[in-house]
């Protein structure tokens, strides 16, 4: 009994020393999970009160990103924040004693993108400082994050409005006579004060099909348009397709992206004799969410009599269409932003 109670109690300390050396600080911060933070100590400034961007105006962020001057008494923590009137914003945070390190590539965190001619206030504050200093910066293109299909903010908004080149399918949400309660096929712009319209991800227009399945045959409209995509890669596994899509909370919305290929290489793409892929997707959400698609997932349209070979060079035409599932359905597609991407989806913020 004695030898077993001692060797408990060695037991116990060989755990309890391994317990204390392992709880010892690391003697590296570099490898302590998560951020350092450094209070302002009192006295604390911003050398000359200065704080610039550069640049400020008509940034082109396809061409450059934004350096920030700012100069502390001491080594702090700091909080850059970069907000958009529309809602866009980013935010930087490190230990430093100045932001030397910081650029501006034009992202955002969150939903909200940085647009064309959007004006962006810059604030720096820090942590343990009552210190606030301000800037005003001015974006002319905005980040490019790949092949965008169409932003809708050059398109007039309304019901049949399309975006140059686009043309609708022509069916149960295509009517002449307006009822936009009933059915509408086309571009809407966002308006605070209109509770009807929804704010997109970028801008302040967006396009929507809605109606009903009047001959319950699943499909209801659609919108596209034929343009030569210019995709600059054959790897079906590294090009995404990616949309803002925006869910109503009806079971029965459901949307569906067609791709058409020129195959013989003539211009344009031609029904039925040409490759035509498909991607539908239930609308199973509420509010805003991104849709991404890799090109090698798109399936082929039966009908068609292309040469059954996903070539994403030949891209020639696109449709967003409207369907409803089950058959019969009111349902609706909307949807901001598309636009292909290569090597990965697009990112979220």
Known sequence: MNRFRKNVLLGFSAIAVIFSVSCKRDKHPENLIGPEYKNADPGFYVVNNSFTAAPSDLIDFTKTQVGFNAQFSQEVTYFLTLRSEKGASVTFTDKAADLSKVKWDGGHNGLYFFNANDKVFAELSFLGSNVKLQDTLTVKTPKSYGRLVEDFEAATPGHLKFPAGWYTFGKEASAKAVDEDKYYNGVVAFAANNPKTIQPPSGIKYFKVMGTDANVDFFIDGAGFISRLNLVTANTDSIYFNMFVYGTGNVSDKGSIKI??????????????????????????????????????????????????????????????????????????????PIFTYGKPLPQN
């Open 260 to 337: 058409g290929e020129d195959d013989n290489g003539k211009g344009g793409v031609q029904d039925l004799v040409e490759d035509e892929l498909f991607y539908d997707f239930k609308i199973n959400w509420t509010g805003w969410k991104l849709v991404s698609v890799k090109y090698s997932d798109f399936s082929f349209t039966a009908a068609n009599t292309g040469n059954r070979i996903r070539e994403p060079k030949k891209a020639g035409k696109m449709g967003f269409a409207l369907l409803s599932d089950p058959s019969g359905a009111k349902t609706s597609l909307i949807f901001d932003y």
